[in-house]
T-cell receptor, first 116, second 111 residues
Framework: EAGVVQSPRYKIIEKKQPVAFWCNPI?????LYWYLQNLGQGPELLIR????????DSQLPKDRFSAERLKGVDSTLKIQPAELGDSAVYLC??????????????FGPGTRLLVL | GDSVTQMEGPVTLSEEAFLTINCTYT??????LFWYVQYPGEGLQLLLK???ADDKGSNKGFEATYRKETTSFHLEKGSVQVSDSAVYFC??????????WGAGTKLIIKP
């Protein structure tokens, strides 16, 4: 079974430029998460989708970050414009939520972003 | 709110030593508990999990037991290898289905 796929793996951009990350979750997983991870720290949730609905985006900086999951499968996270402080690893995860219980989250390899 | 506390690193051990990484939690109810591992330059991999009290999760020689009475989920391995060098994260799922993470413990195994 294929895992969570993310692309690109690495991205270097200049500040004020836009950037987009793509994630394809594990087949059949209805819940998708985007996290930000700074060096030496644990992941921080940016947004969680249940199918195509964003059910928790309280930590997403909406002035510059946006995300979509139009058909309830793959997802795109965008930053526009990027700032120096956005340099981090962006992780995507997916899980299968059944009834009232959310199952284990499985992570992709991440996209390492460097803003110059 | 819910929280996870794990021992600070780095933890440095010699190959074949016994490993314990402590993890304690504060939560309402009885959340599922996880250990994730992150190798250098890679994403997070699920190492093991436990969903209820007294459950023991195990994988790749690592074990952790869900202890309700001490609110702990300590990670152990009897004989570590150089390839076990990584950052280990303890986590729980809260009532809003969010993963609450510990700060991570860097493990360094010397040959």
């Amino acid at each position: 079974e294929a895992g969570v796929v993310q692309s690109p793996r690495y991205k270097i951009i200049e500040k004020k430029q836009p950037v987009a990350f793509w994630c394809n979750p594990i087949s059949g997983h209805n819940t998708l998460y985007w996290y930000l991870q700074n060096l030496g720290q644990g992941p921080e949730l940016l947004i969680r989708y249940e199918n195509e609905e964003a059910v928790d985006d309280s930590q997403l900086p909406k002035d510059r970050f946006s995300a979509e999951r139009l058909k309830g499968v793959d997802s795109t996270l965008k930053i526009q414009p990027a700032e120096l402080g956005d340099s981090a690893v962006y992780l995507c995860a997916s899980s299968l939520r059944r009834g009232g219980r959310s199952e284990t989250q499985y992570f992709g390899p991440g996209t390492r972003l460097l803003v110059l | 709110g819910d929280s996870v506390t794990q021992m600070e690193g780095p933890v440095t051990l010699s190959e074949e030593a016994f490993l314990t990484i402590n993890c304690t939690y504060t939560a309402t109810g009885y959340p599922s508990l996880f250990w994730y591992v992150q190798y250098p330059g890679e994403g997070l991999q699920l190492l093991l999990k436990a969903t209820k009290a007294d459950d023991k999760g195990s994988n790749k020689g690592f074990e952790a037991t869900y202890r309700k009475e001490t609110t702990s989920f300590h990670l152990e391995k009897g004989s570590v290898q150089v390839s076990d060098s990584a950052v280990y994260f303890c986590a729980l799922v809260d009532s809003n289905y969010q993963l609450i993470w510990g700060a991570g413990t860097k493990l360094i195994i010397k040959p």
